[in-house]
């Protein structure tokens, strides 16, 4: 056992766990690694698909009743010709559910073909909503990020990997302890549309993403705490393992191996060493 | 046509066909607008009316970019036209001169529109107008008009459209590029010609599927800047490379504004930057180039764009040739300052305005609960729970009871965490339940504090009103300017009125004869933005405010009117006036119990569930008058409404259905012996009643559901209640406050939480008391109107700083900081300010009017309060107009001293009047001195005059209450300490004569006992005012030297003012404190002239 993990003993048994994982290189430290990640919101404008809504229902059922003028479809339901929920009758006529026609002086409507449709449900309507999707994304990987799913879930061919792993994340303007933390470098204030219009209607399966609402991005710094465990070789190069440990997720099993973000710590600390 | 609403035409500028025509206009400031005006035949009028109401009110007053702004929708009933105003803009125009920035404009505006589910536009040369930097887009929402009159242009139609489609979006997307068509005849650029290929697609599935894409592509075509030198640019090494997109986005437009403030330590010049997407900060070196902070990028902020200048130059990490920028910077840096300037006298007054909630707020957080701790763990038993160690000998422990009693929540860092679960002074925890911070998010050590933001939102939307006036984002940004610097403003807004004119226009006739407030209606509706209105006591400000509200309103029927004061008692005087016109109105309180009774049916909660409950009872009322069956079938009927809340309800079964059949008629029975289930039942329904009927009933079975869940928040398990006007959703409490002409809130309340969602932008804001509003609360409505009308009056009480003397002590030091005065700077309101201000100003004194008749006091009340408080201006009725007005305002006491002669300050003349001021003197009195406490002064003397006073008061009026309006009394004492001496010693309900009974049927006196403070606003028929303050020696007469508390307490009286007091004392050894800034000793010359009339007697009793 190396000297820097004598100091750490509470450690031991990760060491007598992992000493052996690399050929050619030898255990050289354990330590608690925060990484960094983002909380984000951004508003996006979706499609979606609903049936007609219930007053809209209420009034084609009225025409569909033989009640046909605006005058006496107002007085049926008790209100007055020009109370403010009659704006109903515009959407309607908008989305061609009835036309209206003139008749002595007196507007009349008439269920059209489409509007039958939407009575009976064969038909729905297609509008857009502005929702404020919260998203987590991956500062290192630069890509979106599911807590519930096992960071290198998507890139990994075996499909036996546990999915509910639900990693924690710390609000890191929060977090006094001083452990090693790799600072926030890539907050996504621009992100690929494509990408994120797939995540987003992989998130949201009824909502179909049309458009960002505007360029605004909200975005907070959070850190996952793992465990980074480091190897050097004979030339003094070294590696980082980064695994999974209790402060890391809600529910522990065992120390699994993040291994993409062990190859960006290792080029990382490479680059900037310890 | 001459005019069309309030607007005078100038020109026509299009001639569509007869019945639609586009006119240049000017309104009666000056100002030019574009109106369109359509004159509808019978047959069409409800039609337009209704895509007007649908399609364009809702972007009334809205500023969309590349979309021309619509002021006004209405209709003018003389011109029988329609009518839409748009902003006006005299350089735009019509040219082939297009550019790819024009359509970029436009198109950004129609995404913006699309985003809302508004689509589908009349797109043709006339709908779009253009000036060298901008293109807008005109008569959006209005293709139905136009398809409806037939003026649609197929040139510019897609394809689908002219086939009979609707137009979607895509249909917009090619109408806008074949409108500029032009563009790509002489670009010669590949990339634009394959846009517009795709734009122009025949078939519209294979255009573009969002508007987000085709901007992006479009503004990739733009040119970068292409100079020879660039600014030198330097990231650190680690960010140059996710640096490129900003740099590449900076070379083709970026926005530079420069801070004031140099670097502490390097002096250097520092700054912002904006381009499309990004935004950042950097540092100017003195080397020439420029460090940006790569690592803090962030999305733009547009005050920089709207603030800052385009950058002429573009930039590179090594340019070949780089030009050495500092110097280019310190032109820029210098010009900055400059206008820091200038605007330094604005920063000054917010600085101070925001000083007071601020220091309020932070008073209350300081008096909050803290308690610092060593540890925390979470608890074994619960791990929700997390367990604090206090620190050692920490001992408000009985603070930490009520706080675990109120059930309290604590925060952390400005982060809530939870509620006092338990605590242990043996082992000095504190045990927070269901923690909604993780362990690891809580600091190890630190401080719980107690969560004081619902006291203290009040002073933050203070602060914040305070915050968004200095960056003028506000609904009108030109208030801004007039307000924080009224001695700067220049000439504007003078315009000749037609007074003559209006006296035939007012609504309330007594307004015909009374010139200062019809001017002032006239004046308000026209000197725009800003009026104000000084009121003195009883002349009529609730009258200008409803006579205003309805000239507006008539002006422009879809104008919003926020009526706003400090005080919840103002609001509802006004929308009580309001009640017997026709105009819709809702009052929005923090609570029920703030809104007087006769207002609680307009009130948010009150007012939709009225209207449900009334559309239910029509409805129903409907339903049975359709009915024409007989008695029998009627019985059917109504079984047949029970069986459908059966078959409604899914946890009852035909079971159900049979035992409900039991308890029927015989009649009734016969029908369904045989029916095994619900569908037989249906059958049989539908044979023997009519199929119609059965239908309705079932469909208002459905309305009545939809009804009753207008008001229900919608959960996981149910939906509220929405409509929907084919571009937005919402409930039907926020569209029938949308569809409200007037609102009335307090000033503070207005800004609440509760209402985020509704963007209020008013056309007016009135607010009343506003000079007894501080500054900031008066800010927080001002920031929502386009118009600003207040009223007040500086001559009566202004407001209150503070009651807290911490808060003054830190008032004091925090304006001491910069040079101010506490006394100075907080002794006027802003409406006092303004009012001097405007008075010194020639270009604003017509934006401000004293009503100057007063139809409160009787006429020697009302001669004293004039010749006093305000400089003689204020007058009396003239008697000749309103003959009864001396017997109106008779008290009814039967004096020795029937009339009293005064000289009248209008005529200069001695007039005689009845008597309706008279001076209980105690100076022959054993002992008329006060108590001497400065903590808590009192006068027995002058307690016992009173008692006296009541007494044989309530002898003179034996058969007061059963008169149609019985007397009231105020006692006013001028120190709190007399006030709660004489509610200790006098019981009002002993003097039976004033004694009621009030509507919930309790005995009530007609006498009040309090403090000026708490009358100002209200009246009574007799005031007896106490001055309470005499010594045996030469004093101070203390803050009774503050003559405005002297006019608010005197002028409450409608039929007598009773003085009691020392006139010796004030006439012979009271004195002004020579530090005082008032300096003129009102009360005294007040005391020296009813003296001089003879109305100073002992006892009332010698008058009688």
């Not at chain 2, 007054?349 to 609960?369: G, H, S, V, Y």
């Not at chain 2, 006036?469 to 940004?477: K, L, M």
Request: with cysteine.
């Amino acid at each position: 056992m190396s000297k820097t993990v004598e100091f750490n003993p509470k450690y031991k048994n990760i060491f007598n766990q992992f000493k052996d994982n690399h050929i050619e290189y030898e255990l050289t430290n354990i330590f608690e690694i925060l990484l960094p990640f983002w909380e984000c919101t951004k508003n996006i404008v979706a499609e979606t698909e609903t049936d007609i809504d219930r007053f809209s229902q209420i009034i084609l059922q009225t025409i569909d009743a033989n009640i046909t003028s605006h005058k006496e479809i107002c007085a049926f339901l008790g209100i007055k010709e020009e109370s403010f929920v009659t704006v109903q009758f515009h959407f309607l006529i908008k989305n061609e559910m009835i036309v209206e026609s003139i008749i002595d002086n007196e507007t009349h409507y008439k269920i059209t073909y489409d509007g039958k449709a939407f009575l009976q449900k064969k038909k729905k309507l297609k509008s857009l909503e502005t929702i404020p999707f919260r998203f987590k994304y991956n500062d290192m990987l630069q890509s979106f990020f599911n807590p519930d799913i096992a960071i290198d879930q998507e890139r990994d061919k075996k499909k036996n990997l546990k999915k509910a792993t639900e990693y924690k994340l710390l609000e890191t303007r929060r977090l006094d302890y001083k452990i090693i933390e790799i600072k926030h470098n890539n907050k996504p204030y621009k992100i690929n549309t494509l990408e994120l219009a797939t995540f987003f209607n992989q998130q949201y399966p009824n909502l179909s993403f049309f458009d960002e609402e505007t360029n605004k991005i909200e975005a907070h710094r959070r850190s996952i705490s793992f465990l980074a465990i480091e190897y050097t070789d004979v030339m003094g190069v070294k590696r980082y393992d980064i695994r999974r440990h209790k402060k890391t997720v809600h529910k522990f099993d065992k120390n699994d191996l993040e291994e993409n973000l062990s190859k960006y710590v290792t080029g990382y600390f490479a680059k900037f060493p310890l | 046509m001459n005019t069309i609403g309030e607007f005078l035409i100038i020109q026509n500028l299009k001639h569509f066909n007869n019945e639609i025509n586009l006119w240049l206009a000017e309104s009666s400031d000056g100002s030019s607008f574009e109106i369109l005006t359509i004159k509808s035949e019978t047959h069409k009028k409800q039609q337009v009316e209704r895509i007007l109401k649908n399609e364009i009110q809702f972007l009334s007053k809205k500023d969309i970019p590349g979309i021309q702004k619509i002021v006004q929708v209405d209709f003018d009933e003389t011109q029988d036209h329609h009518f839409v105003v748009y902003e006006g803009g005299s350089n735009f125009e019509y040219s082939d001169e297009l550019s790819i920035e024009n359509l970029i404009q436009v198109l950004k505006g129609l995404d913006h529109l699309k985003k809302g589910n508004r689509f589908g536009y009349y797109i043709a040369p006339d709908a779009l107008s253009h000036n060298l930097d901008e293109a807008r887009l005109r008569f959006v929402g209005l293709y139905d008009v136009f398809k409806l009159y037939n003026l649609l242009d197929n040139q510019y139609l897609a394809p689908e459209v002219i086939d009979g489609n609707k137009p979607n979006f895509q249909s917009d997307i090619y109408s806008i590029f074949n409108l500029f068509k032009s563009i790509v005849e002489d670009c010669n650029n590949e990339t634009i010609e394959s846009i517009f290929t795709k734009a122009l697609s025949k078939q519209r599935i294979e255009r573009y599927r969002n508007y987000g894409e085709v901007i992006l592509l479009l503004e990739q075509t733009l040119k970068p800047i292409r100079n020879n030198t660039a600014i030198k640019i330097i990231v650190k090494d680690e960010y140059r490379e996710s640096f490129k997109p900003v740099l590449e986005e900076m070379n083709r437009s970026c926005f530079l504004k420069l801070n004031e403030q140099l670097t502490k330590e390097k002096r250097q010049i520092t700054g912002q930057f904006a381009t499309g997407n990004y935004g950042g900060r950097f540092f100017v070196n003195g080397e020439g180039y420029i460090f940006v902070l790569a690592n803090k990028i962030s999305t733009p902020h547009h005050t920089i764009s709207e603030n800052g200048f385009l950058s002429p130059y573009g930039f590179s990490f090594e340019p070949l040739q780089y030009m050495n920028c500092f110097d280019f910077f310190k032109i820029n840096w210098q010009e900055t300052n400059q206008l820091a300037r200038l605007n330094k006298a604005k920063s000054s007054n917010l600085k101070k305005w925001q000083t007071l909630p601020k220091m309020e707020r932070e008073f209350i957080e300081e008096k909050a609960f803290k308690a610092k701790y060593t540890k925390c763990n979470v608890s074994k038993t619960n791990n929700t729970n997390l367990v604090f160690t206090l620190t050692k000998g920490f001992k408000n422990w009985e603070q930490i009871k009520v706080l675990k009693r109120n059930e309290v929540k604590l925060i952390i860092d400005d982060n809530e965490i939870g509620k006092i679960h338990d605590y242990n002074q043996g082992t000095d925890t504190l045990i927070i339940k269901d923690a909604y911070l993780t362990i690891e998010e809580i600091p190890k050590t630190g401080e719980l504090i107690e969560d004081v933001k619902i006291e203290t939102s009040q002073y933050k939307k203070q602060v914040e009103a305070c915050e968004k006036f200095v960056n003028r984002d506000v609904v009108n940004p030109d208030l801004c300017t007039i307000l924080a610097t009224p001695e700067n403003v220049p000439e504007f807004n003078h315009i000749p009125l037609e007074y003559q004119d209006f006296e035939n226009e007012v609504f309330n006739p007594y307004l015909k004869t009374d010139d200062t407030q019809r001017e002032a209606v006239l004046e308000a509706l026209h000197r725009k933005p800003i009026y104000l209105i000084q009121g003195p006591p009883g002349t009529g400000k609730t009258t200008v405010i409803v006579e205003l509200i309805q000239q507006i309103i008539k002006r422009n029927s879809n104008a919003k009117i926020l009526v706003t004061s400090q005080s919840n008692l103002a609001v509802d005087n006004v929308l009580e006036r309001l009640l017997p016109t026709d105009i819709l109105f809702m009052r929005l309180a923090a609570s029920e119990d703030r809104i007087s009774e006769s207002i609680k049916e307009h009130s948010f909660y009150t007012k939709l569930s009225n209207w449900v409950t009334n559309t239910q009872k029509l409805s129903e009322q409907y339903l049975d008058s359709q009915i024409t069956t007989s008695k029998v079938d009627k019985a059917l009927l109504k079984f047949y409404k029970s069986y459908l809340n059966v078959k409604a309800d899914k946890k009852r079964d035909f079971n159900d259905f049979q035992n409900l059949l039991k308890i029927q008629n015989r009649y009734v029975k016969g029908f369904f012996e045989n029916a095994k289930n619900f569908k037989e039942v249906d059958k049989i329904f539908d044979a023997q009643i009519q199929t119609k009927t059965s239908k309705l009933q079932s469909i208002k079975q459905e309305w009545f559901a939809f009804l009753n869940n207008a008001q229900t928040p919608a959960d996981k398990n149910k939906k509220q209640s929405m409509i929907n006007n084919g571009s937005e959703e919402i409930d039907l409490q926020t569209a029938l406050l949308k569809s409200t002409n007037v609102i009335g809130a307090t000033c503070i309340h207005i800004a609440s939480g509760q209402y985020n969602d509704i963007d209020f932008n008013f056309d007016y804001v009135i607010m009343d008391e506003s000079s007894k509003a501080t500054p900031a609360e008066n800010l927080v409505p001002i920031n929502m109107g386009q118009n600003i009308v207040l009223i007040g009056d500086h001559k009566q009480l202004p407001p209150v700083i503070t009651r807290e003397n911490a808060v003054k002590k830190k008032i004091k030091i925090e304006l001491e900081d910069d040079g101010l005065d506490m006394e100075k700077e907080y002794g006027e309101s802003l409406f006092e300010k303004l009012i001097l201000e405007f008075e010194q100003n020639p270009n604003l004194q017509n934006n401000i009017k004293m009503l100057d008749i007063q139809y409160r006091m009787p006429r020697q009340l009302g001669n004293l309060i004039s010749k006093n408080f305000y400089k003689e201006k204020l007058k009396n009725p003239d008697i000749t107009i309103l003959p009864d007005y001396d017997q109106d305002k008779n008290h009814g006491l039967k004096l020795s001293k029937p009339n009293t002669k005064f000289i009248d300050v209008v005529t200069k003349k001695e007039i005689e009047a009845p008597t309706s001021v008279i001076m209980i003197s105690t100076s022959n009195a054993e002992s008329p001195y006060d108590n001497d406490n400065k903590f808590k002064r009192s006068n027995n003397c002058n307690k016992d005059a009173i008692k006296q006073i009541l007494a044989e008061i309530n002898k003179q009026y034996p058969n007061n209450i059963n008169e149609e309006e019985p007397k009231t009394i105020g006692v006013i004492a001028g120190y709190r300490g007399q006030v709660e001496l004489l509610e200790k010693s006098i019981d009002v309900k002993k003097y039976k004569n004033f004694n009621t009974i009030n509507p919930n049927g309790r005995k009530e006196s007609l006498i009040d006992i309090n403090t000026v403070d708490k009358f100002q606003g209200a009246e009574r028929d007799i005031i007896i005012y106490d001055i309470v303050k005499s010594s045996k020696g030469k004093s101070n007469i203390g803050f009774l030297d503050d003559y405005r508390r002297i006019n608010v307490a005197f002028s409450r009286a409608k039929k007598l003012l009773i003085i009691v007091g020392d006139s010796e004392y004030i006439l012979k050894r009271a004195t002004l404190n020579p530090k005082s800034k008032f300096e003129e000793f009102k009360l005294k010359t007040i005391v020296a002239d009813l003296q001089q009339q003879g109305v100073i007697v002992n006892q009332l009793k010698e008058l009688l």
